[in-house]
């Protein structure tokens, strides 16, 4: 039985969670023994500690203790059959890959976010070019690591569809509820520049907002009216019982169009219609007009809006679709196949010192 170690930022973050830990009972049932293990504590763990001085102190061991357990895990890694690393090991630089990389040269990078903007663009670089097989989350992501490195394929972020369930429809009557569903981290570059649009949007159509987030958001000044859902990992599969329309804003901006789809795929999978920006894969996961709108200038998304807000039959129509190709098209049955395929590739390859960057 060949054996997968799966290093991953935490246990809970939505990377880790879509592009290794979801397939981790498909991998063990296709053969493969597999040891997951997230950085601990993880990479968002903060001190809870009273006292500034304190807290800080606490965080400064915390931090020495993920990177302890980060580098006996690479220390273990020779044990292994493949590797897959998701976006980083510990963070501030390569020391953890290099010695990864002696340890084990079979490893699976795989990373979903524009991670290369910025100052870990060579960490990024470096990584493409050592690892046995590269898999970006898009074409966008894929373009950089083909510079370095011809071993690559795009696995895109998928969905476990048989964890969602489509909510009955909301009463007739009832206002309807636009949502959008996101990271505490993501809000603020993802959702606060359409606030003005959506504020005006509100006071014309009559629909309820909801926010599903890690914590209650403070937004910017603005007479948006929302509804707060926190989110819970265990009733991710039911957000069609808090929304009727899901959203996805993106700013077009280099960042953002490495983004993957997540939300978008999520509100597919739980039956609901979708209005996004055209921005990265958002404009290939939706067939336009048939399992969501696209929108980029605000009379497209009051039009969009319009339409979903004032007809019943027209969001059953475009929810049930846009289930169906995420079903067809990004779930983890239709890919779980080909990671397996990668995975095994990995197990097996020798790298040519030709293709290593210096």
């Not at 909510?167 to 949502?179: D, L, S, T, Y």
């Not at 077009?252 to 490495?258: L, P, S, T």
């Not at 969009?304 to 079903?327: K, N, Y």
Request: net charge positive; with cysteine; aromatic share 10%.
């Amino acid at each position: 039985m060949p054996s997968l170690l799966g290093m991953t930022n935490s246990a809970f973050d939505p990377a880790s969670r879509v592009r290794l830990i979801q397939f981790i009972p498909g991998l063990e049932k296709a053969g493969w023994k597999v040891d997951h293990r997230p950085n601990v504590p993880d990479r968002q763990w903060k001190s809870s500690l009273p006292g500034r001085w304190s807290r800080a102190a606490h965080y400064r061991i915390g931090r020495l203790q993920m990177k302890w357990n980060r580098w006996r895990d690479v220390s273990q890694a020779g044990r292994f059959d493949a590797v897959f690393v998701n976006r980083d090991l510990a963070g501030g630089g390569l020391l953890f890959e290099k010695r990864l990389l002696s340890r084990n040269p079979r490893v699976v990078f795989d990373f979903d976010d524009a991670i290369f903007i910025g100052p870990n663009e060579a960490a990024v670089a470096w990584m493409c070019s050592h690892a046995a097989w590269v898999t970006p989350g898009n074409e966008y992501l894929a373009a950089f690591a083909r510079r370095f490195t011809s071993n690559v394929t795009v696995i895109p972020t998928v969905i476990d569809t048989d964890r969602y369930t489509v909510a009955p429809p909301w009463p007739a009557g009832a206002p309807v509820r636009v949502g959008w569903s996101g990271s505490d981290q993501s809000i603020a570059p993802a959702l606060f520049p359409s606030l003005p649009m959506l504020e005006a949007l509100q006071e014309r159509l009559g629909f309820e907002f909801v926010i599903v987030t890690n914590s209650r958001p403070t937004l910017p000044v603005s007479r948006l009216r929302f509804t707060f859902v926190p989110w819970k990992a265990e009733e991710e599969g039911e957000l069609g019982r808090h929304m009727d329309v899901g959203l996805m804003p993106l700013v077009d901006d280099a960042f953002q169009r490495g983004k993957c789809g997540l939300k978008l795929l999520q509100y597919m999978a739980a039956g609901l219609p979708t209005v996004a920006s055209p921005v990265g894969v958002n404009a290939e996961i939706t067939i336009a007009g048939e399992t969501g709108f696209l929108a980029r200038s605000e009379g497209e998304w009051a039009s969009a809006l319009e339409t979903l807000v004032r007809s019943a039959d027209v969001r059953e129509r475009i929810g049930q679709a846009g289930r169906r190709r995420c079903e067809e098209r990004y779930s983890t049955r239709r890919w779980l196949p080909e990671l397996v395929a990668i995975l095994e590739r990995a197990a097996s390859s020798r790298r040519l010192a030709s293709n290593r960057a210096a």
